[in-house]
Nanobody, 123 residues
Framework: VQLQASGGGWVEAGASLRLSCAAS????????VAWFRQTPGKEREFVLA????????YGADSVKSRFTIFRDNAKNSVYLQMNRLTSEDTAIYYC?????????????????WGQGTLVTVSS
């Protein structure tokens, strides 16, 4: 499966932004999908993951208090809704997929990656 992330941009602190991850080349509903983010000099950080049907979400409660992940398998897409953004959310955001029902926070568990979309939050 091929993934393409989009929706990044420049926003002011406190704003919201929705990222999209479009998939092609596979049966999208067979894959758990996750969002990661990375800033220069740091390791790629897990954000949230969603199950194949969209009925289950995995991630820290502290993240889920501001971010939501959801998917539309009919559109082969997963979304990351980010609210109340702060400058600490500035990063390149990546979507990743794994053909598994497992929940993984390690980037190495995901064989399929989008190219990343940059989110810049100005304080």
């Amino acid at each position: 499966v091929q993934l393409q992330a989009s929706g990044g941009g420049w926003v002011e602190a406190g704003a919201s932004l929705r990222l999209s991850c479009a998939a092609s080349g596979g049966t999208f509903s067979n894959y758990n999908v996750a969002w990661f983010r990375q800033t220069p000099g740091k390791e790629r950080e897990f954000v949230l993951a969603i199950g194949r049907s969209g009925g289950r979400i995995y991630g820290a409660d502290s993240v889920k208090s501001r971010f939501t992940i959801f998917r539309d398998n009919a559109k082969n897409s997963v979304y990351l809704q980010m609210n109340r953004l702060t400058s600490e959310d500035t990063a390149i955001y990546y979507c990743a997929a794994v053909r598994s029902t497992g929940w993984y926070e390690e980037p190495g568990k995901y064989p399929y990656w989008g190219q990343g979309t940059l989110v810049t939050v100005s304080s």
